[in-house]
């Protein structure tokens, strides 16, 4: 079983930054097994993928709402989405996500589908106007 722990949401003016983590673990969880990801779901809204990303080829994506703005990163056993130049269109619950590497064909296409291993319990971020 993989455990992921969300942290680092909150509230922020429009203009302003904040970054997730994501903590995983897991007794046989190797991380640079999994690719990783990072969708969101505004109210009312269906979840879409923000940044999704393969250890296997080394590659990123990002939605075109968030490109220039969001950047991910690991480290170890930790994912990071890195916000800046928030919006209030960006207010959402965000998630993190894992899915065993093989069972991707690319990072893009997963952010599409969304169907993941694991799952954050989600962390809320709210810009303001």
């Known amino acids: 079983q993989v455990q992921l722990v969300e942290s680092g949401g909150g509230l922020v003016q429009a203009g302003g930054s904040l970054r997730l983590s994501c903590a995983a673990s897991g007794r046989t969880f190797t991380f640079s097994n999994y690719a990783m990801g990072w969708f969101r779901q505004a109210p009312g809204k269906e979840r879409e993928g923000v940044s999704c990303s393969s250890k296997r080829d080394g590659t990123t994506s990002y939605i075109n709402s968030v490109e220039g703005r969001f950047t991910v990163s690991r480290d170890k056993n930790t994912a990071y989405l890195q916000m800046n130049s928030l919006k209030p269109e960006d207010t959402a619950v965000y998630y993190c996500?894992?899915?065993?590497?093989?069972?991707?064909?690319?990072?893009?296409?997963?952010?599409?589908?969304?169907?993941?291993?694991?799952w954050g319990q989600g962390t809320q971020v709210t810009v303001s106007s």
């Open positions: 996500a894992v899915i065993a590497q093989w069972k991707i064909t690319t990072p893009q296409r997963w952010c599409i589908v969304g169907e993941s291993d694991y």
